[in-house]
């Protein structure tokens, strides 16, 4: 069934996978699940004014069939965590940054970033995303026209100058924060290692974590990393992604894994998403497993709500 016909009177802009999806993480975080609601309908609202109404629902690279919102989820903490499109598929790439800002009433300074876009080739130009937990949280996703970081960012850490490492787009964060998100097609997992010192100072957390999680002896190729870091460039976490596809079986063995990883409310709430009915696609998205600087880690998923 296409993603674009699955909406019902009363949803306004939202799909009925993602109001399901709502509904059940109401069960375990009702007013987290409200504000995801309202502001994600406020952030999807363009998509219902396309000319384009037969492919609205369906065009996104945020997941695999298009739809143009996915959940995410993290053994860190209970939250409800979306990342969604901004504007109908006909629009210009390159006003989706400031839409974006729009969306989630940025208060950052955003000028770097547009500067770096302008008159660029984008891929998919800017998401909205947010975290509803015990506070808000805004954070937008901007493409890296190239692989280039903007300007004042280039040279803010030895990792930016790895051959290994393209780097595909940035997540912003309002306090000038950024994590920037890398593909590496050969990387392995002594490479990773060698990563992780070098950015965190010891790798033991990261990689027991990984062990959990990983179901070979090697990292498959490609897969990518993230790098956190401060306003200042301090870092902050590095965490390891790929998509779940290319470690596990089929969903249900991605279900297994997760499940044993979170806690309490944060293993109610990667069960709500995963409770969704299956469409006969992938809905585990890109899985990550990371670590902070602290020695915490933790694993996330995203997943494309039914």
Same mark, same amino acid.
């Given at each position: ?89 006909? &629009? +210009? %790439?390159?006003? =989706? ?5 729009? $969306? !989630?009433?940025?208060? *950052?300074?955003? /000028? ?103 179901? &070979? +002896? %090697?990292?498959? =190729? ?5 790098? $956190? !870091?401060?306003?200042? *460039?301090?870092? /902050? ?70």
């Amino acid at each position: 069934m296409s993603e674009a016909m699955p909406r019902s009177a009363g949803d306004g802009p939202l799909a009925a996978p993602v109001m399901a999806t709502l509904q059940r993480l109401r069960a375990v975080l009702p007013l987290q699940a409200d504000a995801a609601q309202a502001r994600l309908a406020r952030t999807l609202a363009p998509l219902a004014t396309s000319r384009w109404p037969e492919v609205a629902w369906n065009f996104s690279s945020l997941t695999n069939t298009g739809l143009p919102v996915e959940f995410a989820w993290t053994s860190r903490e209970a939250a409800v965590r979306w990342t969604a499109e901004v504007a109908e598929p006909e &629009a +210009d %790439d390159a006003t =989706r940054l400031q839409r974006a800002a729009q $969306a !989630l009433d940025w208060g *950052g300074d955003l /000028r770097p970033w547009f500067d770096h876009q302008r008159g660029a080739r984008l891929k998919f130009g800017a998401w909205a995303s947010a975290r509803h937990g015990e506070d808000f949280a805004a954070k937008l996703y901007a493409d890296l026209p190239e692989g280039r970081l903007p300007p004042p960012w280039r040279g803010r850490h030895r990792l930016f100058d790895s051959a290994l490492l393209f780097w595909r787009m940035c997540g912003i964060n309002p306090d000038g924060s950024v994590e920037c998100y890398a593909r590496a097609d050969e990387l392995d997992l002594a490479a990773l290692r060698a990563l992780a010192r070098v950015a965190l100072g010891d790798e033991a957390a990261l990689l027991q974590r990984l062990q959990r999680v990983l179901p &070979a +002896d %090697d990292l498959p =190729r490609p897969s990518g990393i993230s790098l $956190a !870091l401060s306003a200042q *460039g301090e870092v /902050r976490a590095l965490t390891w992604f790929t998509f779940a596809k290319a470690i596990f079986r089929d969903d249900a063995q991605v279900e297994a894994c997760l499940r044993a990883q979170g806690e309490g409310a944060s293993a109610q709430v990667y069960a709500a998403l995963a409770a969704g009915p299956a469409d006969g696609r992938w809905r585990h998205g890109m899985i990550g497993v990371g670590a902070d600087i602290a020695g915490n880690a933790w694993v996330q998923c995203g997943v494309r709500p039914t």
